[in-house]
């Protein structure tokens, strides 16, 4: 029976570990046959970010822009999505600037984790979802089936950040205008100045993504984060 159970014991360590060494390696068509198992395995309860040893990390700062709207306004544009180009006279607010100053401030306080995770959420409705680069190189290639995969893996990531984006805006709405009926949601993205230019440039020009207008999530608690940033 010992010699039973260190033999299961080795062999799942000894899976896990080739899971994870397939699941970090380059995209390849063996590694694009194996995604669906890397992913509900590795990729569901181990997925791995090595953006910290990465030679190129983040090069810019994105910040999620929320506007509180009342039950008339969200009646009037729910369901829609504001174009950057057009200038709706409601207040737009960046709701992760003042996080983060918080914690340059305070260290040692929860205001990072906080940010975090919608910067997470934020980058990931800007972002490919990890793991369909094959299919797009398949897909600029002529493969439409890859095209047609690709597309609605896009739309399932961008709507999966966006859910959790509304229950982010949602508690700062509930913190800070109880009344709230709804939501805005814009992510901004900045990118850094260049090394280059750092004695000439202040900040480089943003650029902005709407995501339209939602109901406001009733079961998410106000934030007195929101309050005190």
Known sequence: MERTIK????????????????????????????????ESTVGRWFPQNWRMFAPDPARSNVSVIVACLDAA???????SVETASTAWAGPWVDISAPLARAHQNSRLSAYDRFLRAQDAAARNVLADPHGIEAWVKSCKKGDTSACTFADETRRAWKRSSTRYLVRVASSYCRAVAPASAGVGLRVRDRPAVPWSKRHTETESPASEMPLGFFPIAE???????????
């Open 7 to 38: 033999a299961l014991a080795t062999l799942v360590v000894a899976v896990h570990l080739l899971l994870t060494v397939a699941y970090n390696a380059p995209e390849s068509p063996a590694r694009q046959a194996l995604s669906p198992l890397l």
């Open 73 to 79: 306004t969200l009646v009037d544009r729910r369901g």
């Open 219 to 229: 079961d998410v608690m106000p934030s007195p984060m929101f309050e005190s940033s």
